[in-house]
């Protein structure tokens, strides 16, 4: 389509083409990569090794992008030292619970007995509520995975629920046999416990 057009301008495919190389010659207009083409991996020395390995074998080992970056070489290179020199394998984390003796305790109380008021459809009666955060920033948290030599047996990894604070926004919804409620956007300062429940609960039928 692009030649027929050029021929009813009487111009020259040839002789176009000619005139875009030298322009490109003379402002010396590099070619873009394609995708893949990285060139030769690059060496890392026996120190960079060794430094590599201890960071891949951490419990929350940075990024590929991150050590690429840390040791000035392409992703590839830290993909091949991982695979091929150090053997290891990207495993994910089996996710648990952070619970304390007490948690654990409290639960077991009360399971049977809200087990025995929602039998027989009585969980028609009941309204579920639950808060999410939702954080502006994933710094400072743990990896969903760790690396480890699949020859070797080493005990799995397991990843907590965070306990640390970190900004963000809280979002409270309920639901029931009825329907769900309408979201509310809980202050940032505000202490969600059993009285903020009911001070607000009228608000999460509107």
Do not use: C
């Not at 207009?29 to 990285?38: A, F, S, T, V, Y």
């Not at 120190?47 to 940075?62: I, K, S």
């Not at 202050?187 to 009228?202: C, S």
């Amino acid at each position: 389509m692009i030649i027929k057009e050029l021929m009813k301008e009487n111009l020259q495919v040839s002789a176009l083409f000619s005139v875009y190389y030298q322009e490109r010659d003379r402002k010396k207009i590099k070619r873009p990569p394609k995708i893949g083409e990285r060139g030769r991996k690059r060496k890392l020395t026996k120190r960079q090794q060794n430094r590599l390995y201890r960071l891949l074998r951490q419990p929350n080992p940075p990024t590929i992008t991150s050590l690429s970056t840390k040791f000035e070489v392409s992703p590839p290179t830290i993909i091949y030292y991982r695979d091929k020199i150090f053997n290891l394998k990207k495993f994910k984390k089996r996710r648990i619970h952070a619970l304390n003796a007490s948690a654990v305790l409290q639960r077991r109380r009360r399971s049977w007995p809200l087990y025995r008021l929602i039998m027989k459809k009585g969980w028609n009666k009941f309204i579920t509520s639950d808060e999410k955060m939702f954080y502006l920033a994933d710094g400072g948290s743990e990896t969903d995975f760790y690396y480890a030599d699949p020859t070797v047996k080493e005990p799995k990894k397991t990843k907590k629920k965070s306990g640390h604070k970190r900004s963000g926004i809280m979002v409270w919804a309920a639901v029931s046999a009825a329907g769900k409620s309408s979201l509310i956007f809980v202050d940032q300062k505000a202490k969600i416990n059993a009285e903020y429940y009911i001070q607000h609960f009228d608000t999460i039928h509107q």
